[in-house]
């Protein structure tokens, strides 16, 4: 957990830079659909749609492009069908790396996410090569509250953790499939999420130096501006005076 938590202020800042772009919208978007496609337009009923709705209005998106986003998904708009791949692979410093992609090509995808690992020091791996060192879990993120409301409220909401960060802020962790109904008891006591989202938590890290640091961002930032790709999950840890000359 410690190294999603170490990457929170790197993920958040690249999700602002996607946003000026307008990919982040894209991406939630195709999120949005083939989640409803796939469990149906009720969240209370899908997790994943749950988690996708929630991530979506904290990105600022308005709920009338959510809420065509879920028809379209739905079957109740007509819309361009995708499929959700994910790819499995090694980056530089022994590091594992998940790659969740949503695509209409096979081909164009894993052809844009092999040459990523490939230009980087890493390589693509077999299907279940890393997968077995990630659990799927909610994370829900507060900044500026109260650590014992939070704690309190949490754990009676049946969070599984509750991790305090070195900066003050303070992640949950949840089942990703009870993610809705603790995010609702949260935010029924009042407490705002900074961000909520399902993604995957690394069981075990890998710390790179200054040599492999600068291979593994350039990884990581070259996968996520693929257009394909929605997520990036790893297990690459770097200590915040590296992190800093980066």
């Known amino acids: 957990m ?37 469990g149906g337009s009720d969240p209370t009923a899908n997790p994943r749609l749950r988690a996708a709705i929630d991530k979506a209005l904290s990105n600022n998106m308005t709920r009338d492009t959510v809420d065509r986003a879920v028809k379209r998904g739905a079957g109740e708009l007509d819309g361009q069908v995708l499929e959700t791949i994910i790819y499995e692979g090694y980056g530089p410093g022994g590091t594992a790396v998940m790659v969740e992609c949503m695509t209409d090509n096979r081909n164009r995808t894993v052809s844009d996410v092999r040459h990523a690992f490939s230009k980087n020091g890493g390589n693509l791996g077999t299907d279940g090569s890393v997968a077995y060192l990630f659990e799927k879990k909610g994370v829900i993120s507060y900044a500026g509250v109260d650590e014992e409301t939070v704690m309190e409220a949490a754990l009676e909401a049946g969070a599984d953790d509750v991790v305090v960060n070195g900066d003050g802020s303070i992640d949950v962790y949840t089942q990703w499939d009870e993610f809705g109904s603790v995010k609702d008891a949260l935010d029924a006591d009042g407490l705002e999420a900074e961000n909520a989202e399902v993604t995957m938590i690394p069981s075990t890290s890998a710390e790179l130096d200054e040599e492999t640091a600068p291979r593994f961002m350039r ?4 996968l996520e501006d693929a257009d394909d790709v929605q997520e990036v999950y790893h297990n690459g840890e770097i200590s915040d005076e590296l992190a800093e000359k980066l």
Not at 27 to 37: G, M, Y
Not at 219 to 222: A, F, P, S
């Open 219 to 222: 990884l990581i930032d070259m």
């Open 2 to 38: 410690a190294g999603h938590s170490k990457w929170a202020n790197i993920k958040h800042r690249k999700a602002a830079q996607d946003a000026k772009r307008g990919k982040i919208f894209t991406k939630l978007i195709r999120e949005l659909t083939t989640a409803a496609r796939e």
